[in-house]
């Protein structure tokens, strides 16, 4: 399948800093861009997501940036608070399909 | 609002059994898919449903898997002669009419083959 390519892994944060994770991908095709938090024995939760025709969209303490032609993205949250702790995954689509990056674990200390 | 239903959350079988998952998508959603999520990695696509129709299979799924989704509501995941390897946590998603949008997971099953 396609290549997304999360970093970093692991990102240990304290509360009220900011955490930025960032992927990329490989298919020029792609034109959706989601993110999602898990927490453990749970489904992925979409957070938020970007399309192909906006450069950056922003919700709440929540930010994604796209860069098209270098094929990367980003999430960024402001003011962590201990509850944003999870494991954050990015995605891009090929057709309907999503691929997967591998995650980065997310800790925010109090 | 009901969100994805996966059935069973969790299920253990010995090596060789036959397994079969259920998924009932978000009332509204015509495309439905099934991934799998293995132990440190992000979810793998595995199919894909538009209403009644399977569209797209992955190479990861092999010929002792099989989906269905009949009259295009819930669908059902089947893993023939299970093995070890098969172990992972099996997730369902479904979006609507505008294609990615709302691409909504379920909580997974947990399959544990010993």
């Known amino acids: 399948g396609e290549n997304v390519e999360q970093h970093p892994s692991t990102l240990s944060v304290q509360e009220g800093d900011s955490a930025v994770i960032k992927c990329t991908y490989s298919?020029?095709?792609?034109?959706?861009f989601p993110w999602y938090k898990q927490e453990l024995g749970k489904g992925p939760q979409l957070i938020i997501d970007?399309?192909?025709?906006?450069g950056e969209k922003k919700d709440q303490r929540i930010a994604v940036t796209l860069n098209k032609t270098a094929k990367h993205f980003s999430l960024h949250i402001t003011e962590t608070q201990p509850e944003d702790s999870a494991v954050y995954f990015c995605?891009?689509?090929?057709?309907?399909?999503?691929?997967f990056g591998k995650g980065t674990s997310l800790l925010v200390t109090p | 609002d009901t969100g994805v239903s996966q059935d069973p959350r969790h299920k253990i079988t010995k090596r060789g059994q036959n397994v079969t998952f259920r998924c009932d998508p978000i009332?509204?959603?015509?495309?439905l898919y099934w991934y799998r999520q293995t132990l440190g990695q992000g979810p793998e696509f595995l199919t894909y449903?538009?209403?009644?129709?399977?569209?797209?299979k992955s190479r990861l799924l092999s010929d002792r898997f099989s989906a269905e989704r009949p009259k295009g509501s819930f669908s059902t995941l089947e893993i023939q002669r299970t093995e070890q390897g098969d172990s992972a946590m099996y997730l369902c998603a479904s979006s609507g009419d505008r294609g990615l949008y709302g691409y909504t997971f379920g909580s997974g099953t947990r399959l544990t083959v010993v």
């Open positions: 995605a891009s689509n090929s057709g309907y399909a999503l691929n």
């Open positions: 298919d020029s095709a792609s034109n959706y």
């Open positions: 970007i399309r192909s025709n906006v």
């Open positions: 449903f538009q209403n009644e129709a399977q569209l797209e």
């Open positions: 009332s509204e959603h015509n495309r």
